[in-house]
């Protein structure tokens, strides 16, 4: 059994399409993660929610809507789709604290064209 | 502000000799750090980390990581280096979030 899996594992589209990445985690945890890993491979996270609460917002535009229907899910959805927004996206599950380490799914390789 | 700088991009190795991947951060409090393994097309996986206790921190296969709070440094090392250790390496700082740093490719040659 996959522990955090996303999907799609590719997705190309369109500049100005909206679009979503879906993730889910099977290993109970409380904390669920979005990271983006631009093309040069800097991982920055983009937000993280604990408990379906928002806890990190790092100044991702607001394009960038997350969210959480339950605690083994966090979904991203995008509008508005731009050529910079082409990278790999990452989502991750940790049990809370700063102490644990984070369980992160096979990535979603977004391509806007 | 918390960071975590690799100062090598790449790190070059024959097979069976001795491994080290640099780290060092800065943190106000104290650091919680870790070391993460990107295979190719893959997610990153987990090594190892270090909260409190023993400087020297043992992983998954074969790798160990030293802190050092004097020189602020969390190096990576595998004494005997294997062609399927060649990978991307992150150096992590958790402080309210996870900050990773540049990354370094580590190619080790049959």
């Known amino acids: 059994d996959t522990a955090v899996s996303q999907t799609p594992k590719y997705l190309v589209t369109q500049m100005g399409n909206d679009k979503s990445i879906k993730c889910e985690q099977n290993l109970g945890h409380d904390t669920m993660y979005w990271y983006k890993q631009d093309s040069k491979k800097f991982l920055k996270i983009m937000f993280s929610?604990?408990?379906?609460?928002?806890?990190i917002n790092e100044t991702v535009p607001n394009r960038f809507s997350p969210k959480s229907p339950d605690k083994a899910h966090l979904n991203l959805h995008i509008n508005s789709l731009e050529l910079g927004d082409s990278a790999v996206y990452f989502c991750?599950?940790?049990?809370?604290?700063?102490?644990?380490?984070?369980?992160f799914g096979p990535g979603t390789r977004l391509t806007v064209l | 502000a918390q960071s975590v700088a690799q100062p090598e991009d790449q790190v070059n190795v024959a097979e069976g000799n001795p491994l080290t991947v640099k780290c060092t951060y800065s943190v106000s409090g104290n650091p919680y750090l870790f070391w993460y393994v990107q295979y190719p097309n893959r997610g990153l996986q987990f090594l190892l980390k270090?909260?409190?206790?023993?400087?020297l921190v043992k992983g998954s296969y074969g790798f160990e990581a030293e802190f050092n709070k004097s020189q602020t440094s969390f190096h990576l090392k595998k004494p005997s280096a294997l062609v399927s250790d060649s990978a991307l390496y992150f150096c992590a700082l958790n402080d309210y979030k996870l900050s990773f740093g540049a990354g370094t490719t580590v190619t080790v040659r049959a």
């Open positions: 270090y909260i409190t206790g023993d400087n």
């Open positions: 929610y604990n408990n379906k609460e928002l806890i």
């Open positions: 991750a599950s940790s049990q809370e604290s700063g102490v644990n380490e984070q369980f």
